[in-house]
Structures are given as C-alpha cells and as structure tokens.
C-alpha cells in the first residue's frame, strides 16, 4: 500500500520556521520526484518546491531564498524548512511523488502563520 504522509505544520508568528515532513512507504522513493504544493483557501494548488530523484531543486519565486527542500532516501522522507515565514504562506501544504506515470499525494498539512 502507497502512503505519503505529512507532519510538522502549525502555527508560528511571522518571521517564525517550520519544518514539514513526508514520509514515503510502498514506494522505491529514491526514484520518485518529490514536490511540496500548498493551497490556501480560494486559490488553486501551486507548486512550491521539487526535488529530483538526483537532489536537483527548484522554488517558487514567493519562497526561493526562504524555503528549502532536501530528502533522505534512507529514511523515505522528504523534507520542507520554511524560514522567515509570512502570512501569505498560511495554507495546507501537500506531499507529491512523481515518477512517470505515478502520482502520489498526501493528505496535507495545515500551516497558519499569524501577524
């Protein structure tokens, strides 16, 4: 059975950081592209990070510079560390494995950064 699952959101102040998780199972997850979406409410889901199977990454341009994205192949578990965090970044973020034809996504994590 596939499952991706998230932890680590919450609610911080402004400025504050938080580091989401995702741990992988059912999958060869050294193979799959991970990505973190996030979706606040009354807008679509974006793309807010990615991270090869190769360790290549790529940002948003709303958090390049704030957010980083790494994973640990022997533990199955993608992570997100998200500095400097702003009101606008409050939404549910969500865990996406990617590799050709599959696509997996978690049940999101909810992230609240207050004023």
């Known amino acids: 059975q596939v499952q991706f699952v998230e932890s680590g959101g919450g609610l911080v102040q402004a400025g504050g950081s938080l580091r989401l998780s995702c741990a992988a199972s059912g999958v060869t997850f050294s193979t799959y592209t991970m990505n973190w979406y996030r979706q606040a409410p009354g807008k679509e889901r974006e793309l807010v990070a990615s991270i090869s199977s190769d360790g290549m990454t790529n940002y948003a341009d709303s958090v390049s510079g704030r957010f980083s994205i790494s994973r640990d192949n022997a533990k199955s578990t993608v992570y997100l560390q998200m500095n400097s965090l702003k009101p606008e970044d409050t939404a549910v973020y969500y865990c996406?494995?990617?590799?050709?034809?599959?696509?997996?996504w978690g049940q999101g994590t909810q992230v609240t950064v207050s004023s």
């Open positions: 996406n494995g990617r590799r050709g034809g599959r696509n997996y």
